[in-house]
């Protein structure tokens, strides 16, 4: 099994940058999917963004252009690059790992079932 941990998050001012990333150990290369999910208070999980195993990425249309997710090359560790960062983006950052099923990464962020590794969670405050 693969085991995630979630650190960088943090507090800051809309208009601030972090760069939570999620170390990863196990069987890593197995997965073909890695995914960040975001959860505020009081609302559901939402998909951010996913990442394949060929490297392609996909991201919900409120963090387009702001958040760029990557994986370095032994794919031990994922950084969510988030810029210009505003109240909405407030939560608790997930890190996944999960197999697509023949579903695109797209598809991914909205079916959180495909990922059966979840790290504890960074929480991100921006005010």
């Known amino acids: 099994h693969v085991q995630l941990a979630e650190s960088g998050g943090g507090s800051v001012q809309a208009g601030g940058s972090l760069r939570p990333s999620c170390a990863t150990s196990g069987h890593t290369i197995s997965r073909d999917c890695m995914g960040w999910f975001r959860q505020a208070p009081g609302k559901e999980r939402v998909g951010v963004a996913s990442?394949?195993?060929?490297?392609?990425?996909h991201s919900r249309v409120s963090v387009k252009g702001r958040f760029t997710f990557s994986q370095d090359n032994a794919k031990e560790t994922t950084t969510l690059r988030m810029t210009n960062l505003n109240p909405e983006d407030t939560g608790m950052y997930y890190c996944?790992?999960?197999?697509?099923?023949?579903?695109?990464?797209?598809?991914?962020?909205?079916?959180?079932?495909?990922?059966?590794?979840w790290g504890q969670g960074t929480q991100v405050t921006v005010s």
């Open positions: 990442i394949g195993s060929d490297g392609g990425t």
């Open positions: 996944a790992a999960g197999w697509l099923f023949g579903h695109s990464i797209n598809d991914a962020l909205l079916r959180p079932t495909l990922f059966d590794s």
